[in-house]
């Protein structure tokens, strides 16, 4: 088996509407997800993969997921869709009908896949025509049966709905149920490296079940940060993000937030006479 380093994107929560139209008319997502390729194009070293973590159109529209599928063209490395609660499982699969992997589960947008030595587990938390996520029985045997499958793999485990509070009262109200069901699963198998997720647009992390849970921040725009307990349901346009997680046979995995606009620099922290003052 291959021990080389894993370098696996993962970017979330990008809410493509049919050619371009703007997304509660403010944000142009299109836009947004082709700078977000550009990125991803031009890292050096690029990544081996790049997961995209659900809500990947805003209304589960056909039109809506050809003009994905036409952006994703653009995209020089492969990659894996997940479902969110803005998809349509039946409208998704129709589409991408060419990514044989929506279609391991009858019923469900639940896969398994390869980065590498990662294994990746892919679960399906959405509710059709509602904003909370759920994991029901059916979806934790299929994750539980993965796991004991291959106990020493490295597994990265991934769903669109965060799993913990998150302090944001409007997102914690559309939250992953539950929870504790998935913690249980997890705790039972300690190769789990992390437990990734979207929904939320933002990064944050939290010890989880004996790992990780960390969540990506928004391809485009980002929840407002307000801690309020009756704070409104708004967003606002900070920097887009997408995270790295790079995975190493001796260390495991380490997560890197990204930002998707330019910067300046680099500039070096030496000279010829040391550090620079």
């Known amino acids: 088996m291959n021990q080389q380093p894993v370098l696996l994107a993962q970017i979330s929560d990008l809410h493509i509407k049919t050619q371009g139209k703007l997304s509660y008319r403010k944000v142009d997502t299109l836009g947004a997800l082709r700078q977000v390729i550009r990125r991803l194009n031009a890292l050096d ?7 995209i973590t659900g809500d990947l159109v805003d209304f589960g529209y056909e039109e809506e997921y050809l003009t994905l599928k036409e952006a994703l063209q653009r995209l020089e490395l492969p990659y894996w869709l997940m479902a969110g609660n803005h998809d349509d499982r039946q409208m998704l699969r129709k589409v991408f009908a060419d990514q044989a992997y929506l279609f391991q589960h009858p019923e469900f947008i639940q896969w398994e ?50 799993p913990f509070i998150s302090g944001i009262a409007h997102m914690d109200r559309q939250r992953l149920k539950q929870p504790e069901r998935l913690a249980a699963v997890i705790a039972r198998h300690p190769q789990t490296e992390r437990v990734l997720c979207g ?18 921040p928004g391809a485009s725009h980002q929840v407002a940060f307000d801690l309020s307990p009756d704070g409104p349901a708004n967003f606002c346009l900070e920097p887009a993000g997408f995270l790295l997680h790079r995975w190493t046979p001796d260390q495991g995995v380490i997560t890197h937030q990204c930002v998707v606009d330019r910067f300046d620099g680099p500039y070096p922290f030496y000279d010829v006479n040391g550090l620079i003052d």
């Open 113 to 162: 896949g390869e980065c590498g030595p990662l294994r990746l587990l892919a679960l399906d938390s959405t509710i059709p025509q509602q904003s909370p996520g759920e994991l029901c029985e059916a979806r934790l045997d299929w994750l539980a049966a993965r796991l004991e499958a291959q106990p020493e793999r490295p597994t990265l485990v991934m769903l669109h709905h965060p």
């Open 45 to 51: 070293p690029r990544p081996d993969a790049v997961v």
């Open 199 to 216: 929904h939320i647009h933002r990064s944050m992390q939290i010890a989880f079940a004996g790992t990780i849970a960390c969540s990506a």
